[in-house]
């Protein structure tokens, strides 16, 4: 089967202390053999740099919607995200 296909994720954060908020985490995705349709998924995500204990953490949640999608019908359009994330050591 073949694939054709990009994959393409935009970032853009604004950091403000151990505080941030931005768009990223979320892939567009563009199928040139399915007579080129496309998933766009837009939204927000805020999050935090933490410490617990003696371990830094990311925590951070989002909320997305889909803009285009090649199966609207059958296709969940609103999501949320949850993360936690363990930074390791520099």
């Known amino acids: ?3 054709n296909a990009l994959l393409f994720q935009p970032i853009i954060n604004y950091l403000a202390g151990h505080w941030y908020i931005g768009i990223g985490d979320f892939t567009w995705q563009f199928d040139w053999t399915d ?14 740099i933490t410490r617990v204990g003696g371990h830094r953490f990311n925590l951070w949640v989002e909320i997305e919607y889909s803009v285009v999608h090649p199966h609207a019908a059958v296709f969940l359009r609103w999501g949320m995200r949850f993360g936690l994330v363990l930074l390791l050591p520099e």
């Open 1 to 3: 089967m073949a694939v």
């Open 35 to 48: 007579s080129g349709t496309a998933t766009i998924p837009l939204g927000l995500q805020v999050g935090r």
